[in-house]
């Protein structure tokens, strides 16, 4: 059995000019929210429960487990107060699965979790790039395993933010949780990520290389939405 975990808590503090008033998770693509887009493509990938982290207007999700039977929706209260290490410790009753786990404000072009799906843990990664401010790249050795993480690089495979953990692996991750000190604010500020980015000669962890970087969109501020809607062609509402 294989499930879905998607972190919607956010402010998207970013696109403030949008998410004042609208999660950017609900911003709507040809009538689509991101979200329910991810949702449906989850569930078409054979996905039998898509668990959902909520804290910003978590009012504006609860139809979501109306109208989905597959979805578990799951509050962070903490969500305006940590990064997502507390979305990952929100959802960990539910690390009975193997897990997709995503942010929900990725807009994906195509089915990516049926495309990119397989029966081992992996990050999605987008193909070798150069730029312009530093992300996070992975070092890969030549069978695609994690070696290390370089979390202030310039040039590489970077993370898209779509990653799928085996439910074994997910066993070492709710571990991790469980030694955060949440009073500790270095800690509470963690991207879950973080939790194992120095422990990769314990586990196995791959990745996979996106065929072609459009595959994933991602709103960071007004500019990427103008971007869209011109490439695209599309509507976009919120």
């Given at each position: 059995?294989?499930?879905?975990?998607?972190?919607?808590?956010?402010l998207g503090r970013r696109l403030k000019e949008v998410t004042f008033k609208t999660p950017k998770s609900l911003i709507r693509v040809d009538g689509v929210p991101i979200l329910e887009r991810n949702i449906q493509y989850m569930i078409d990938s054979g996905c039998a429960r898509v668990v959902?982290?909520?804290?910003?207007?978590?009012?504006?999700?609860?139809?979501?487990?109306?109208?989905?039977?597959?979805?578990?929706?799951?509050?962070?209260?903490?969500?305006?107060?940590?990064?997502?290490?507390?979305?990952?410790?929100?959802?960990s009753r539910y690390f009975d699965y193997d897990s997709f786990v995503t942010t929900a404000d990725i807009y994906l072009r195509e089915n990516l979790f049926?495309?990119?799906?397989?029966?081992?843990?992996?990050?999605?990664?987008?193909?070798?790039?150069?730029?312009?401010?530093?992300?996070?790249?992975?070092?890969?050795?030549?069978?695609?395993?994690?070696?290390?993480?370089?979390?202030?690089?310039?040039?590489?495979?970077?993370?898209?933010?779509?990653?799928?953990?085996?439910?074994?692996?997910?066993?070492?991750?709710?571990?991790?949780?469980?030694?955060?000190?949440?009073?500790?604010?270095?800690?509470?500020?963690?991207?879950?990520?973080?939790?194992?980015?120095?422990?990769?000669?314990?586990?196995?962890?791959?990745?996979?290389?996106?065929?072609?970087?459009?595959?994933?969109?991602?709103?960071?501020?007004?500019?990427?939405?103008?971007?869209?809607?011109?490439?695209?062609?599309?509507?976009?509402?919120?």
């Amino acid at each position: 059995m294989k499930q879905g975990i998607i972190l919607a808590a956010g402010l998207g503090r970013r696109l403030k000019e949008v998410t004042f008033k609208t999660p950017k998770s609900l911003i709507r693509v040809d009538g689509v929210p991101i979200l329910e887009r991810n949702i449906q493509y989850m569930i078409d990938s054979g996905c039998a429960r898509v668990v959902i982290v909520v804290g910003y207007m978590k009012e504006r999700f609860s139809y979501l487990a109306g109208k989905y039977k597959e979805v578990v929706i799951v509050e962070n209260p903490d969500y305006d107060s940590t990064n997502t290490v507390s979305s990952m410790n929100c959802a960990s009753r539910y690390f009975d699965y193997d897990s997709f786990v995503t942010t929900a404000d990725i807009y994906l072009r195509e089915n990516l979790f049926q495309k990119y799906g397989d029966d081992y843990s992996f990050y999605l990664l987008r193909p070798y790039d150069n730029f312009e401010k530093p992300d996070w790249v992975a070092v890969l050795d030549e069978n695609n395993r994690f070696v290390s993480v370089d979390t202030r690089a310039i040039e590489g495979f970077s993370y898209t933010g779509i990653s799928f953990w085996k439910k074994k692996d997910l066993d070492y991750i709710k571990h991790k949780l469980s030694l955060v000190d949440w009073e500790n604010e270095k800690e509470r500020q963690q991207y879950w990520d973080e939790l194992h980015i120095h422990d990769y000669s314990t586990f196995e962890l791959h990745a996979k290389i996106l065929k072609d970087d459009n595959e994933i969109y991602e709103f960071d501020d007004m500019s990427d939405i103008e971007k869209l809607q011109k490439t695209d062609s599309v509507t976009i509402e919120w």
